[in-house]
């Protein structure tokens, strides 16, 4: 550029600053690139349409323009006195016509391509390429940083206007227009004092952006240039006309209608009720005098804060939204960017995510009415944003909606039910403008068939018997094959029912009957399967009660549940806190048992009896007693998607406090499959559980995701040890997409089962074969098994879309009947199901729906995505815990402020909990030993962190997100730190700071005090037997849980070792000698 042809500098607009950052920040995206093309049918004069062009540019400075902004402090525009005209002209008319559409594509993309360089005057171009005699194609190009959609129509008939004056031969004389360095001057004496008074009040309390939260097919990865895509719909002419009718009849706009909309569908995808999308503005302020016929960039980009009362009427809120508009409009200029300075958005992060932009002068409507000797036709449009998600708006007769998306964010699917839900809404308001906000229908009839109706086809024939007759029915058939196996014992299906069957009978003369509770406190042995077979047979249901479980939790299980009768063992009554229950020992009082009548008593059970209570953890300190019924325990019993074989075996590992024991019991046992039982401390040393599962065959596995991970970190041989067991089943938690892999590699002839459930609904209701997987990126929960129904629902109790995040709610055949003694709890998390109506008699309803606290989202393909919790409620190692349970103990102690506990996991599947705990001093010993005395070890935090204060978010929320991590450093001890003194003890601490994710650990720190637990500890013996060769069993740590101890033991079993090699040495030399050479050798050993 010249400086003899310089005739204008001036500063550039906030909106223009922002456009240039962009654009520099991505300079080959395309961000903000406009494109015009149409087809002018006619006799066009070239020459004229070329001076008109000229014309224009010489009219307006900002089509002059370029901008500068390296070396100087801000940037600049440029106006240049004179510019060539940037036309380029093309002859097609040889080019068959199906090629001429296919060499335009490609035009136009190489145009898009090419880009604006922002310091050559003006980023412009101008195309004209004739097609035939008298057709063409045009294209006008052009960066956004010059103009404004407002600017366009305005250009086009000045354009037109001299082009039919040139035609006739006529000089056109137009008034000079206002340059738009005027309105730069104006921007420049506004004062932001009021306008930032007004933004801050209106973002108070406004933390982050609001997200579409959308699972979709996997997206291409690896490229992270955003490129867009566009899809456009039309509402129906009577649609559109309607709102129109009900825009004027209320005093609203067509623009506020449509702004309402999207407000509700981001409220219904991100699941927030108070939402911020931006808005773009014309800016043109009736104070500056002609602005509205101005050219140049004067649109502006504004958050639009909206809040969704589920109980708000529409039409109270749509007015509610049109005054909010009038109030911003007086702050129409305010920068963005100041704007996001001042709300509390943290800086880095955009104020919003998706723009809605209303165009009030549709530009195809604006040239077809400029020239009346030319046809124009054909108009397309193009622009790029640097917005994820931009909505265009043209009004007409038919309403146009066109989403501009990033595809690496969306993809077409997506944005397709996006536009129709959009359709929805709108065509809602007209239906019925006084309903409420809730009730407003977003989704279509065929997307509701589809989530309710096609994704729950799970009919199959209901099983109407209770657990004791299916087993009854298999004693029948295969009475001398073999029921369970415990180490060297074994009963057959006779023996066992003649057991249960005595047992049975004494406890009906205890009082025992239908309804009735029986606790049972035994480990697991043949005695657990007989005691439970006997209390179901007398007709009552049975309570577990773990001998590992503090006396404290054991006395409220015991007086909640107002157990009558007690199953245990001798040796376990010292552990046993008081009660009132009659106590039956299995061991001692056999022969009284064993005394008692083979037939029972004719009990009136039926399926809706009850069967056993379960004690899951509770968010108000308490447990809560789930009431598991004989009949949804027998729709999950009975459904296989692989159903047994007659030569298949199956184990009982689970403790009966937890729900999948009631499938690894009573499955087996009603189909004729032997059960292995596995006493606990082989469950918890991985290489004993996998020899026993290889000593006994068998076939089925029922494990969490923290177990399997440790089988598979420990072997790199299991399909050579473990040749028949094919199904792996994972429950519990969520499943990682590493570990299936790492499965598939050592076990590429299994099948890994991912299921899905809670106590609530029988352990299961979801199942998913990830063998047969199409994600890579994520493990499903699958889709319902037989005789259920799983919805995703909003906070309003509305189905939400396909990949929108909502709560998971369960119906069907699995329910249970509630919570033992919790009427309160049970009406809250037992729902009255509120979908009949939507379903209309096309799948069997269910009357009620479990509310399970839990988020996922629909698949494409019918399958669920798990999201996590809604509330604070866990799952480590399989073990649902209720962390608003162990937040209320600790600031049970007089010393502790305030607590929040969170799960973290820091390094893959190391999945544990940390206590934040606020007080004067740190008093983590204190708070771990009080919270020994109350809760089981896996409820126990692995670590606590003292803190002055807990961090809040602005609206005065713990903000768990910015919780200091725990993991980099060693946890206050008893012991004071003592570094590893030898080899060995070095060697030892390497492994338990990779174990446990510490810096240091000290020789006698506690395993378990610094955040060990159980299947930790597996694995800390798997190591220290690969590192030394040398067996450790999980007893002699658990004893002696320290560095120091362990080293002792690692020690002593090398020199045991070595001198064992020793001997044998001394052996094998000894086979070589005479008789006479031995007694010399012998002789000499004597003699020292």
Same mark, same amino acid.
């Given at each position: 550029m010249g400086k003899g042809n310089v005739e204008d500098f001036y500063p550039i607009s906030p909106m223009q600053q922002g456009m240039l950052f962009h654009t520099i920040y991505e300079p080959n995206s395309g961000v903000y690139f406009e494109q015009l093309s149409c087809t002018i049918q006619g006799n066009l004069n070239v020459e004229f349409f070329q001076r008109a062009w000229q014309q224009v540019i010489d009219r307006h400075p900002i089509l002059r323009t370029c901008f500068i902004w390296e070396g100087i402090k801000e940037p600049v525009q440029a106006v240049q006195r004179q510019v060539k005209l940037p036309w380029q002209q093309y002859d097609w008319q040889e080019i068959p016509t199906t090629e001429q559409q296919q060499k335009l594509e490609f035009f136009l993309q190489a145009d898009r391509e090419q880009g604006f360089d922002l310091k050559q005057t003006p980023p412009m171009r101008l195309t004209l390429i004739r097609l035939s005699k008298d057709s063409y194609r045009f294209i006008w190009s052009h960066h956004h940083i010059l103009l404004d959609g407002w600017s366009n129509p305005i250009l086009l008939k000045e354009i037109f206007d001299y082009y039919s004056a040139f035609c006739q031969g006529e000089?056109?004389?137009?008034?000079?227009?206002?340059?738009?360095?005027?309105?730069?001057?104006?921007?420049?004496?506004?004062?932001?004092?009021?306008?930032?008074?007004?933004?801050?009040?209106?973002?108070?309390?406004?933390?982050?952006?609001?997200?579409?939260?959308?699972?979709?097919?996997?997206?291409?990865?690896?490229?992270?240039?955003?490129?867009?895509?566009?899809?456009?719909?039309?509402?129906?002419?009577?649609?559109?006309?309607?709102?129109?009718?009900?825009?004027?009849?209320?005093?609203?706009?067509?623009?506020?209608?449509?702004?309402?909309?999207?407000?509700?569908?981001?409220?219904?995808?991100?699941?927030?009720?108070?939402?911020?999308?931006?808005?773009?503005?014309?800016?043109?302020?009736?104070?500056?005098?002609?602005?509205?016929?101005?050219?140049?960039?004067?649109?502006?980009?504004?958050?639009?804060?909206?809040?969704?009362?589920?109980?708000?009427?529409?039409?109270? $809120?749509?007015?509610?939204?049109?005054?909010?508009?009038?109030?911003?409009?007086?702050?129409?200029?305010?920068?963005?960017?100041?704007?996001?300075?001042?709300?509390?958005? #943290?800086?880095?992060? &955009?104020?919003?995510?998706?723009?809605?932009?209303?165009?009030?002068?549709?530009?195809?409507?604006?040239?077809?009415?400029?020239?009346?000797?030319?046809?124009?036709?054909?108009?397309?449009?193009?622009?790029?944003?640097?917005?994820?998600?931009?909505?265009? #708006?043209?009004?007409?007769?038919?309403?146009?909606?066109?989403?501009?998306?990033?595809?690496?964010?969306f993809d077409a699917a997506t944005i397709q039910r996006i536009l129709g839900h959009l359709q929805t809404l709108l065509a809602g308001m007209v239906a019925e403008p006084n309903q409420s906000l809730a009730t407003l229908p977003m989704l279509t009839k065929d997307e509701l068939h589809q989530l309710l109706v096609e994704f729950n086809q799970t009919r199959s024939t209901i099983n109407n018997c209770t657990i004791t007759q299916l087993f009854e029915a298999q004693v029948e058939k295969t009475p001398d094959a073999v029921a369970v196996i415990c180490e060297n014992q074994q009963l057959t299906y006779r023996e066992l029912n003649q057991k249960a069957n005595q047992l049975a009978s004494y406890l009906q003369s205890l009082g025992v009957k239908p309804e009735v509770l029986v606790g049972v406190c035994v480990e697991r042995s043949l005695y657990t399967i007989i005691a439970l077979l006997g209390i179901l047979k007398a007709g009552g249901a049975y309570v577990p009660l773990d001998p590992t479980y503090p006396q404290e939790r054991l006395a409220f299980m015991l007086a909640d549940a107002q157990v009558s009768v007690l199953l245990t063992k001798k040796a376990l009554l010292e552990i046993l806190p008081q009660h009132n229950a009659n106590v039956v020992c299995l061991d001692t009082d056999g022969k009284a048992i064993e005394t008692a009548p083979v037939n029972t008593n004719i009990v009136n059970l039926n399926p809706s009896s009850l069967a056993y209570v379960l004690y899951t953890s509770g968010s108000t300190g308490t447990p809560k007693g789930v009431l598991g019924l004989h009949s949804n325990t027998v729709n999950r019993l009975t459904?296989?998607?692989?159903?047994?074989? &007659?030569?298949?075996?199956?184990?009982?590992?689970?403790?009966?406090?937890?729900?999948?024991?009631? $499938?690894?019991?009573?499955?087996?046992?009603?189909?004729?499959?032997?059960?292995?039982?596995?006493?606990?401390?082989?469950?918890?040393?991985?290489?004993?559980?996998?020899?026993?599962?290889?000593?006994?065959?068998?076939?089925?596995?029922?494990?969490?995701?923290?177990?399997?991970?440790?089988?598979?970190?420990?072997?790199?041989?299991?399909?050579?040890?473990?040749?028949?067991?094919?199904?792996?089943?994972?429950?519990?938690?969520?499943?990682?997409?590493?570990?299936?892999?790492?499965?598939?590699?050592?076990?590429?002839?299994?099948?890994?089962?991912?299921?899905?459930?809670?106590?609530?609904?029988?352990?299961?209701?979801?199942?998913?074969?990830?063998?047969?997987?199409?994600?890579?990126?994520?493990?499903?929960?699958?889709?319902?098994?037989?005789?259920?129904?799983?919805?995703?629902?909003?906070?309003?109790?509305?189905?939400?879309?396909?990949?929108?995040?909502?709560?998971?709610?369960?119906?069907?055949?699995?329910?249970?009947?509630?919570?033992?003694?919790?009427?309160?709890?049970?009406?809250?998390?037992?729902?009255?199901?509120?979908?009949?109506?939507?379903?209309?008699?096309?799948?069997?309803?269910s009357e009620k729906l479990y509310k399970t606290g839990d988020l996922g989202c629909y698949l494409p393909n019918g399958e669920i995505k798990y999201l996590g919790r809604i509330?604070?409620?866990?799952?480590?190692?399989?073990?649902?815990?209720?962390?608003?349970?162990?937040?209320?103990?600790?600031?049970?102690?007089? #010393?502790?402020?305030?607590?929040?506990?969170?799960?973290?996991?820091?390094?893959?599947?190391?999945?544990?909990?940390?206590?934040?705990?606020?007080s004067k001093t740190d008093i983590t010993q204190e708070v771990r030993s009080f919270l020994k005395q109350h809760l089981p070890e896996y409820m126990i935090p692995a670590a606590f962190v003292?803190?002055?204060?807990? &961090?809040?978010?602005?609206?005065?929320?713990?903000?768990?997100?910015?919780?200091?991590?725990?993991?980099?450093?060693?946890?206050?001890?008893?012991?004071?730190?003592?570094?590893?003194?030898?080899?060995?003890?070095?060697?030892?601490?390497?492994? $338990?700071?990779?174990?446990?994710?510490?810096?240091?650990?000290?020789?006698?720190?506690?395993?378990?005090?610094?955040?060990?637990?159980?299947?930790?500890?597996?694995?800390?013996?798997?190591?220290?037997?690969?590192?030394?060769?040398?067996?450790?069993?999980? &007893?002699?740590?658990?004893?002696?849980?320290?560095?120091?101890?362990l080293a002792e033991i690692v020690e002593t079993q090398i020199l045991i070792k070595s001198n064992g090699a020793k001997i044998d040495e001394l052996l094998d030399q000894m086979e070589n000698l005479d008789e006479a050479e031995v007694q010399k050798l012998l002789s000499l050993t004597n003699g020292r």
């Open positions: 000089e056109l004389s137009l008034p000079r227009p206002r340059p738009y360095r005027d309105y730069i001057a104006w921007l420049h004496q506004q004062k932001l004092s009021q306008a930032e008074a007004f933004w801050r009040e209106k973002l108070i309390g406004f933390g982050s952006p609001t997200t579409l939260k959308i699972t979709q097919n996997q997206l291409s990865v690896g490229d992270t240039q955003s490129s867009y895509d566009d899809q456009e719909i039309h509402l129906s002419a009577t649609t559109t006309t309607a709102l129109q009718s009900l825009a004027r009849q209320h005093q609203l706009t067509l623009n506020t209608l449509v702004q309402a909309a999207w407000a509700l569908l981001l409220s219904r995808y991100s699941g927030e009720n108070d939402v911020v999308f931006g808005t773009a503005v014309s800016g043109r302020p009736p104070s500056l005098i002609g602005s509205d016929a101005m050219v140049g960039l004067f649109i502006n980009t504004l958050p639009v804060r909206v809040k969704i009362g589920a109980s708000d009427t529409l039409l109270s $809120w749509l007015k509610q939204l049109q005054a909010q508009q009038v109030d911003a409009r007086q702050y129409e200029y305010t920068p963005l960017a100041e704007i996001q300075r001042w709300s509390e958005v #943290a800086g880095g992060m &955009p104020l919003f995510e998706s723009l809605i932009v209303f165009e009030n002068y549709p530009l195809d409507a604006a040239v077809q009415q400029i020239n009346q000797d030319l046809q124009i036709k054909d108009v397309i449009s193009f622009e790029k944003t640097n917005y994820p998600l931009t909505v265009m #708006a043209v009004p007409g007769a038919e309403l146009s909606l066109k989403m501009l998306y990033d595809t690496q964010r459904w296989n998607p692989y159903p047994f074989s &007659p030569d298949e075996i199956c184990c009982q590992k689970t403790s009966l406090n937890f729900v999948d024991s009631v $499938w690894e019991i009573f499955a087996p046992l009603i189909h004729g499959i032997p059960t292995v039982i596995i006493p606990d401390q082989t469950v918890k040393y991985p290489e004993q559980l996998v020899k026993t599962l290889s000593e006994q065959n068998v076939t089925r596995l029922v494990l969490v995701p923290s177990l399997l991970r440790v089988i598979l970190d420990t072997f790199t041989d299991l399909d050579k040890r473990l040749p028949k067991l094919k199904y792996w089943v994972s429950s519990g938690e969520a499943l990682s997409v590493d570990l299936v892999q790492s499965f598939y590699q050592q076990l590429p002839n299994s099948r890994l089962i991912n299921l899905y459930g809670s106590s609530e609904v029988a352990a299961d209701v979801t199942w998913h074969d990830t063998s047969t997987s199409e994600f890579s990126d994520f493990v499903p929960i699958g889709g319902p098994i037989a005789n259920t129904q799983v919805y995703i629902c909003d906070r309003n109790l509305q189905p939400v879309p396909i990949g929108v995040q909502g709560e998971i709610y369960i119906g069907g055949a699995n329910l249970a009947r509630g919570y033992l003694n919790r009427p309160e709890l049970t009406a809250e998390k037992f729902i009255t199901n509120p979908l009949t109506t939507q379903l209309n008699s096309q799948i069997e309803i509330d604070h409620q866990v799952k480590i190692r399989g073990i649902r815990i209720e962390i608003g349970e162990i937040e209320a103990l600790i600031n049970q102690y007089p #010393a502790v402020a305030d607590s929040v506990v969170i799960v973290r996991e820091d390094s893959p599947g190391n999945q544990r909990l940390v206590a934040y705990v606020v003292q803190m002055e204060a807990l &961090p809040l978010t602005p609206n005065g929320k713990i903000n768990r997100l910015a919780l200091p991590a725990s993991d980099n450093y060693r946890p206050e001890q008893e012991s004071v730190f003592v570094a590893p003194q030898t080899q060995i003890e070095q060697e030892i601490a390497e492994i $338990w700071t990779a174990v446990l994710s510490l810096d240091k650990v000290g020789i006698k720190d506690n395993f378990f005090d610094l955040g060990g637990h159980s299947l930790m500890a597996t694995q800390l013996i798997s190591r220290v037997k690969k590192n030394f060769g040398v067996d450790v069993s999980l &007893p002699e740590f658990f004893k002696s849980p320290t560095i120091k101890d």
